[in-house]
């Protein structure tokens, strides 16, 4: 076997190893972490990770690139798994509003908020939008996430728009090293003219859309938000299901700001993740750790809405819950692309452990993009996607909080920069 690429001499190797499948518990803590680590990659591909040399029957030749990583921390590539990528324009205007005190759902309910991202959505063309999101990729690849959800949800019932903002993601698909995931959220808000007919615009998504985007294949997930003043449990039902039939795999931005029994929802219906929880019940916790619906929190969101509440991340570990992380990237709730940042919120104020963010936005973040086959942990026979941080120990990621400590990112064994 010939590698292409080795990075050798790695001080912290942290590979992630273990089964395909969401950890929980204990399992979160089990980073399988070596010293002196060595990996080898033959293409996009990891051929051998160990410790100490490279075994013999692993060939090098004149070709082969070497990366010393004495002093660094080698871990997979990071995933987020839930952003709203593509979207025109930006909600700064809003700050003044929320120094103020005016609620999130307040601001959507006056027509600004997602409404406004509409707005802005729709007036931006396809090559607008493309290099906008672009420079939110090439932002994310240098702090080392090398996988990225992304979000329709801004043309609501304008379906030309969310189709176009589902074709700029598979557009940057192609082009962008970075592997984009996209998920349609045409529920992402009650349009204004269905305000009076909220079942109508729920019926128009179920009859039209999902079908539509299920021909199309724009997307692989269904995504609702489930939240007071948005979509009901049973409207979120009825989408989410409609979804399923289609082929796309249901996901929910559950009880975010209100406790409405999204977390209950996400497990009856058998959701691959559960987003935000900021507000779900102890017992939407139980049933989703009896289902192992993946909680995909976003601590950047509650520090941006400034409510003071985050998702009881501790209590869901304890639970059985399995956790991953993300940055939620938009432009109203968390317009930030720092996925660090967000491991660090994830730590400090959710008291998560170093091992278990880092479990949270690699194999778990896999996990809740159904890509734990190919992604999430350094084993042979997976995507050769690797981030090496110029820091001591993973420790150190978390506490030295709010810059970028990445020296190098490798996405399909290419070394990026
Ligand atoms: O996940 N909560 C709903 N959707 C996004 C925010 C979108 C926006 O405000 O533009 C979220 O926080
Ligand atoms: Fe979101």
Not at 379 to 404: Q, S, T, W
Request: proline share 4%; charged share 25%; hydrophobic share 40%.
């Amino acid at each position: 076997m010939k590698a292409t690429l080795v990075i050798e001499n790695i001080s912290n190797l942290i590979t992630l190893k273990g089964e395909n499948k969401p950890r929980t518990g204990l399992d979160m803590k089990d980073i399988g972490l070596i010293k002196n680590g060595i990996v080898a990659v033959d293409g996009d591909k990891i051929i051998y990770v160990g410790e100490g040399s490279l075994p013999s029957h692993i060939e090098i030749n004149e070709k082969t690139v070497f990366v010393d990583g004495k002093d660094k921390t080698v871990t997979p590539g990071l995933i987020d798994s839930h952003t709203h990528l593509v979207h025109g324009g930006s909600r700064e205007n809003e700050l003044a509003m929320k120094l103020e005190g005016v609620e999130y759902l307040d601001i959507l309910k006056k027509g600004g908020g997602i409404h406004s991202t509409v707005k802005s959505t729709k007036e931006a063309g396809f090559e607008e939008l493309y290099e906008k999101a672009k420079k939110s990729l090439d932002t994310m690849i240098s702090y080392g996430v090398t996988t990225v959800e992304a979000k329709s949800g801004y043309g609501i019932d304008d379906f030309d728009v969310e189709i176009k903002q589902m074709d700029v993601a598979k557009k940057l698909n192609e082009n962008h090293p970075v592997d984009i995931v996209s998920t349609f959220m045409g529920a992402h808000a009650i349009p204004e003219k269905y305000g009076d007919n909220p079942d109508r615009f729920v019926d128009i998504i179920v009859e039209k859309m999902v079908p539509e985007v299920s021909k199309r294949k724009l997307a692989k997930f269904c995504d609702v938000f489930c939240e007071e003043g948005v979509f009901t449990i049973e409207q979120s039902r009825k989408i989410l299901e409609a979804g399923r039939k289609y082929g796309l795999i249901p996901k929910i931005h559950a009880d975010e700001i209100k406790p409405l029994g999204g977390a209950e929802l996400a497990a009856e219906i058998n959701c691959i993740t559960a987003d935000h929880l900021v507000a779900a019940s102890n017992e939407g916790i139980k049933k989703m750790a009896e289902k192992k619906v993946i909680a995909n929190l976003l601590p950047g969101t509650s520090f941006n809405l400034q409510t003071g509440k985050f998702a009881r991340a501790r209590e869901m570990i304890e639970a059985g819950v399995p956790i991953s992380l993300s940055t939620d990237y938009n432009p109203g709730s968390c317009p930030t692309e720092n996925l660090q940042l967000i491991m660090s919120f994830a730590s400090l104020i959710m008291k998560m452990t170093p091992e278990e963010v880092i479990t949270a936005v690699t194999i778990n973040g896999a996990c809740a993009l159904k890509l734990e086959e190919e992604k999430g942990s350094l084993e042979k026979g997976k995507k050769a996607d690797l981030v090496i941080f110029d820091v001591p120990n993973l420790n150190y990621i978390i506490y030295h909080f709010g810059i970028n400590h990445v020296e190098k990112v490798i996405k399909d064994g290419i070394v990026i920069n």
